[in-house]
């Protein structure tokens, strides 16, 4: 039986450049899954890349056939963005190993959904003041910037990844992203390693 391994941190934490650099990895073999979501596409971004961009009618669609595993919704400053994981043939357990970028809640879901023993959370932790910094320039980087878009993100984090939320989903192991990308990386790389070897 694979791993089903999800990498999870606070905006800005750097969790998208690890994801990438995992799915890149030859040695750890670990399938891609394309996550849904109803927010409007960014610059560079690519349907079915990133996440597959879809509208309302298509959510509540999967979600009145009992094909939405975890989902997450964000009131934002310009509506309602949903995230989910839909049951949608990605996930074979028995094929293999496979890598989704989620969050506490969707680590929770997962576990109920998947089973506890086949579910790794790998917590990106940053400081936060390199966050907002990160998270500035990113914005900074857009067509039409949202500050308080951005923001929001910022603060809804702190209660998102509170340490009590962290105790009672069970997570116990960080990975810190405050000085080298490469070496955060190393030891998640490390991690995923020992967890398939194990099983």
Same mark, same amino acid.
């Given at each position: ?16 450049a ?5 799915? !890149?990895?030859?040695?750890?073999d670990?399938?891609?899954i394309v ?7 960014r610059?560079? $971004? ?8 879809v ?5 509540? $669609?999967k ?13 934002? !400053?310009?509506?309602l ?28 879901s ?10 790794v959370p ?24 949202r500050?308080? $878009? ?7 984090d702190t209660?998102?990844?509170s ?23 190393k030891e ?12």
């Open positions: 039986m694979g791993k089903l391994f999800i990498v999870m941190g606070k905006s800005a934490s750097g969790k998208d690890v994801y990438r650099n995992l799915l !890149q990895d030859k040695s750890l670990l399938k891609k996550l849904y979501t109803t927010r409007p596409m610059q560079k $971004e690519e349907d079915g890349k990133q996440y597959f961009f509208d309302e009618d298509f959510y509540q $669609e979600e009145r056939a009992g094909k939405v595993i975890e989902k997450r919704d964000y009131h934002t !400053q310009l509506g963005w949903r995230y989910f994981t839909a049951d949608d043939g990605q996930i074979d357990l028995a094929a293999g190993n496979y890598l989704m970028i989620g969050t506490v809640d969707a680590y929770v997962m576990k109920e959904y998947f089973g506890a023993e086949n579910v790998l917590l990106i932790d940053t400081d936060d003041g390199i966050r907002l910094g990160r998270a500035l320039k990113r914005e900074l980087r857009q067509e039409v910037p500050y308080d $878009e951005m923001c929001r993100r910022y603060l809804a209660a998102d990844y340490p009590e939320r962290l105790a009672a989903a069970g997570i116990e192991t960080l990975f810190d992203n405050n000085d080298t990308i490469e070496s955060c990386i998640v790389t490390a991690c995923i390693h020992f967890s398939i070897r194990t099983g």
